[in-house]
């Protein structure tokens, strides 16, 4: 079982979204908009766990706290939406001292601060390993978040930045690529300029092999890698294919958006596959449950 199963099993057996909820199971954010409401709300939540996100010998708390907020607002950008609040729920294990905790805080909250999120509330909570889950509700016009299924055959394929040095720091622990790993920015501004230009984006945060297979399944087309893939100084093309966490935003468009780099074309074909130089590209992104 790999996750992309197991979330059509869950979406299978889940009820079909009450009132209000326009897009439910399977995006980045769901989207809600109020009776009467002048926006659309996004919600999207995402779990740190230690030993699975981060290692407590090798991250320090102050960016285990910055890339919890960041994994939630990186989809919140990739639905073209501006934050509003989070909710922080944070279980601590034995060894996490007042030392780590505040620092975890400095970095979250230092995220939050500049990205106008305000922190609303959470739980606290004991438990073996130190975890965590962010909720962030987020907000865009009616009807202009970005979603994974409006890619259409002829669409142009396009990054945000370059890939693989989260992958690359991951493996040195050094330098510009070390930095991108533990304190990721998330693409706001970026996603704010796409609501009127992308047809469908996604966040990368599994890496660009799995991610455009899961925005192609959504949008029921394949896609062609043609140009040249924008790399990271130092990481090799398997890390900018596979490598997770560069949370830049992938996109599809009719055309060239200012700052970001095409790197292929939507095409008719098998939903979901990926061909990279007249082979399939297989999704070797990162899944929990492969
Ligand atoms: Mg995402």
Known sequence: MNELALLRRIQRKAPKPGPGVLLGIGDDCAIYRPEGAHEDLLFTSDMTIEDVHFRREMH??????????????????????????????????????????????????????????????????????????????????????????????????????????????????????WNKHCLP????????????????AIDLSDGLSLDLHRLCLASRVAA????????????????????????ELLFTARADVEGAVRIGTIRPGRHGRVILQGKQLAPLGYDHFR
């Open 60 to 177: 320090s708390a102050d960016s285990v706290g910055w890339k919890a907020l960041a994994r939630g607002l990186s989809d919140i950008a990739a639905m073209g939406g501006e934050p509003r609040f989070c909710l922080l729920s944070l279980a601590l294990a034995k060894w996490a001292d007042q030392r780590w905790i505040d620092g975890f805080y400095r970095g979250f909250l230092r995220l939050a601060r500049r990205t106008g999120t305000t922190l609303a509330g959470g739980d606290l909570a004991r438990a073996e390993r130190t975890a965590c889950d962010v909720a962030v509700c987020g907000a865009v016009p009616p009807g202009k978040a970005l979603r994974r299924d409006g890619a259409q055959p002829g669409d142009g394929i396009y990054v945000s930045g370059r890939l693989g040095g989260a992958a690359l720091g991951l493996e040195t622990r050094r330098g510009a690529a």
């Open 224 to 247: 062609v890698l043609e140009e040249t893939i924008p790399i990271f100084p130092g990481a090799s093309l398997e890390q900018a294919l596979h490598g997770g966490e560069d949370y």
């Open 185 to 200: 920015k998330p693409r706001l501004e970026f996603g704010l300029l796409l609501r009127d230009r992308a047809t469908a």
